[in-house]
């Protein structure tokens, strides 16, 4: 079983008023929650019994008990779990250094526990064998589109970036079979984004969709799904989202497509050039040691 809180925090989203309550609790009260009975935990959370087994089987466990030894496995290390609060006013710099390192370690940690590495497989399969790949996102998520595609040009893939909702609307709908969109939103609500991957999934395009929530909209259009587990607090902050883990989701796609061959002369003639004309160069000191220029 993946990590119990992980996939609660992925599935927030689709939990009802109640199952919320049981699911804050659980959050705020890890270390107490194993060790409740079915009825201690419900009138603690202020709910039903019955909404706290709804919530139980809703993540995949058949009973209460199997839901609580779940999360006596799966207590976060201390240090990230008592470090990671939201950003209070009166925080100390050293303090706001540390929740934005801690919240960030825990979503590479739960993105990772919660993700599909056969649905990673077949993405940079698909990635591999297209003719084209376009990633669209609107905001911060198109920042990380353009990165993403000026990566895969690197491999000789035709890839492009859209962050405008026009230019993803008709690019989508020029899309075809043997061509890829990769949708990025951390909502997975962003319209102009679902809709691009609804058109081009429409026009026969295989859609891959990377959000934070995974009953989101963009899951319902993607092919293949990936989903961030980025911890939400009541302070939100561009520095505390969901990029991390999706920087590191594409990473892994890179690196699954580079590892099928994609790595051509060509592209050792690009990173070339770019060392040639983009870095300064390196000179060895009389000790034997390199340096730089200037």
Do not use: W
């Not at 201690?40 to 209460?64: D, E, Q, T």
């Not at 609804?198 to 990936?226: C, D, E, M, Q, W």
């Not at 003639?269 to 300064?280: D, G, K, L, S």
């Amino acid at each position: 079983m993946n990590s119990t809180m992980a996939i609660i925090n992925a599935r927030m989203s689709a939990f009802s008023r109640a199952e919320k309550q049981v699911a804050a609790y659980v959050r705020t009260h890890l270390e107490k929650a194993p060790l409740l009975s079915v009825h201690a935990l419900a009138a603690a959370a202020g709910v039903s019994v019955a909404s706290v087994s709804r919530m139980a089987r809703k993540i995949g466990y058949p009973g209460f008990n199997e839901f609580r030894v779940g999360l006596a496995r799966e207590i976060p290390p201390a240090p990230i779990s008592t470090i990671y609060r939201a950003i209070a006013a009166n925080d100390s710099g050293r303090t706001v250094v540390r929740k934005v390192f801690a919240g960030n370690i825990r979503s590479l940690q739960e993105t990772l526990q919660i993700l599909n590495i056969g649905a990673c497989i077949r993405a940079a399969r698909a990635i591999s064998a297209a003719e084209r790949i376009i990633f669209v996102g609107i905001g911060s998520s198109g920042y990380l589109a353009q990165d993403a595609a000026l990566r895969f040009l690197h491999l000789d893939i035709r890839a492009e970036a859209c962050a405008d909702a026009y230019q993803m609307l008709v690019r989508a709908m020029q899309t075809g079979k043997k061509q890829v969109m990769v949708g990025i939103s951390h909502s997975g609500r962003s319209a102009a984004t679902v809709k691009a991957l609804a058109l081009a999934r429409k026009n026969g395009a295989l859609t891959i969709g990377i959000a934070n929530y995974t009953r989101s909209p963009l899951h319902k259009v993607s092919h293949i799904f990936f989903n961030t587990a980025f911890p939400e607090s009541s302070f939100k902050a561009a520095a505390l989202s969901s990029a991390v883990a999706q920087m590191c989701l594409m990473d892994t796609l890179y690196l699954l497509v580079a590892r099928q061959g994609r790595v051509t002369p060509k592209v050792e003639r690009v990173n070339a050039m770019i060392e040639q004309y983009f870095r300064i160069p390196t000179k060895r000191t009389k000790g034997g040691r390199q340096t730089t220029d200037g």
